[in-house]
């Protein structure tokens, strides 16, 4: 049975960080549906939250909604290093987080549509979209909108179902086992790489709420292991001795799948746009996102709420390129070192990465793991990269030389 049409100047699909984000920022009489499958914003959790102080400040995040991390380690086979981060990491309450999101736009001409998926969508002769619904009790009913966003992460269910992209075939597929915080150190993270996360890496860390996470990510299909198999392959390994935690009690499982292919500076098809991780907008190193997908998320409101008030294009081309201009040559970056550590490394190479790591200094360390790639910084990181295998060849040959 087809119940009544809707109608809206925006579709919102995806309610996420960044189509919450977009409909706190379009004008306040512009009106918008957001289609969101769960049947609460926030749960289940599908990320770790991982991010930066700076960013959540610049942003306006309220500090309730961040833990401030104060000890970064990483651990390979056989090495274990601490990280030069400092206290600028934090982890996000993501619940909490998003639900705040989504009530930065209660106040405006918006409809939220939980436990509502979304089917399919054409674009009719006037240029409208007329999109297919369907809720939990399986209602039927269509929106017909003058733009419609896509904000559905990998499946870019939007722009698949117009025609106008392919699902990405090289996906980040993770895993978290969520324990009580118990006696861990409520400010210490830690990562880990080697033979336990092959062709992805491994964490652990607090959160907000009280939880200590423990999880690992593998991109698929680089390999063929699910991260159950690598989580289970973890527990096997005695985690509470190797990284010294407490992992008592009762655990919940997140889990969560994000694009990992090189960036696509495409963001707009007409009056269709996508934004956050329908863009890939998760970085390629270590696949955080939410801040990015706040910040374009907003951009893309503000400028579409001008292009809807004043019929001009123009303004959504400017948040393309916004976006291409801030992530298209560092993402490129990103994506070499990402592919080159998805590889299947030796544990001795993984050993000598870890070291490298505590050796960098904390903002050229930061700027990578935030897929910013300045090139002085570059030059230095490869020269110092460089100098070192020299200098460990030449310590080679000498001692060959003092043998004979």
């Known amino acids: 049975m087809q119940s009544k049409m809707r109608e809206c100047d925006v579709l919102i699909v995806g309610g996420g960080p960044a189509g919450l984000s977009v409909a706190s920022a379009l004008p306040d009489d512009v009106s918008t549906i957001i289609v969101h499958q769960d049947r609460e914003i926030g749960k289940p959790v599908r990320t770790s939250g991982a991010s930066w102080l700076s960013d959540m400040q610049a942003l306006g995040i309220p500090e309730e909604f961040y833990l401030i991390l104060e000890k970064n380690e990483a651990f390979s086979d056989n090495k274990h290093a601490e990280l030069p981060l400092g206290k ?8 909490e987080l998003y639900q705040w999101l989504a009530s930065l736009s209660d106040h405006k001409n918006r409809e939220l549509l939980l436990a509502t998926k979304f089917l399919n969508c054409t674009q009719q002769q006037d240029g409208s979209f007329l999109s297919d619904i369907r809720s939990r009790d399986g209602e039927k009913s269509q929106i017909r909108s003058k733009y419609i966003i896509d904000g559905t992460g990998w499946h870019t269910a939007v722009l698949h179902s117009l025609g106008l992209s392919k699902k990405p075939e090289r996906l980040g597929v993770g895993i978290e086992y969520e324990f009580p915080l118990g006696n861990n150190d409520p400010t210490r993270a830690f990562i880990f790489f080697g033979d336990s996360a092959p062709s992805g890496y ?5 959160t907000p709420e009280g939880k200590f996470r423990l999880g690992v990510g593998v991109i698929n299909p680089d390999t063929g292991l699910s991260p159950r198999d690598v989580m289970t392959v973890v527990m096997a390994n005695d985690p ?25 500076p495409k963001l707009v098809f007409g009056n269709a746009i996508r934004v956050g991780d329908s863009a890939n907008f998760a970085t390629p190193t270590m696949g955080e996102g939410i801040r990015i997908c706040i910040e374009f998320g907003r951009l893309l409101g503000k400028n579409l709420g001008k292009t809807v008030k004043t019929g ?4 959504l081309w400017r948040y393309e390129w916004a976006c291409r201009i801030r992530m298209q040559k560092d993402y490129y970056f990103g994506f070499l070192m990402n592919t080159r550590g998805a590889q299947n490394l030796s544990s001795e190479q993984w050993d000598r990465s870890v070291m490298r790591m505590s050796r960098v200094d904390g903002g050229t360390f930061i700027d990578t793991l935030r897929s910013e790639f300045r090139f002085k910084k570059m030059f230095l990181m490869a020269f110092f990269s460089a100098k070192g295998r020299v200098l460990n060849r030449l310590k080679g040959l000498a001692a060959k030389v003092r043998a004979r």
Request: aromatic residues 14%; proline residues 5%.
């Open 312 to 315: 001009n294009r123009w303004h």
């Open 202 to 206: 491994g964490w652990g860390f607090p």
């Open 88 to 95: 600028n990491s934090v982890i996000l309450a993501i619940t």
């Open 240 to 264: 509470e001795q190797r990284f010294g935690l407490d992992l008592s009690g009762d655990y919940t499982v997140n889990s969560g799948i994000l694009p990992s292919v090189a960036y696509d």
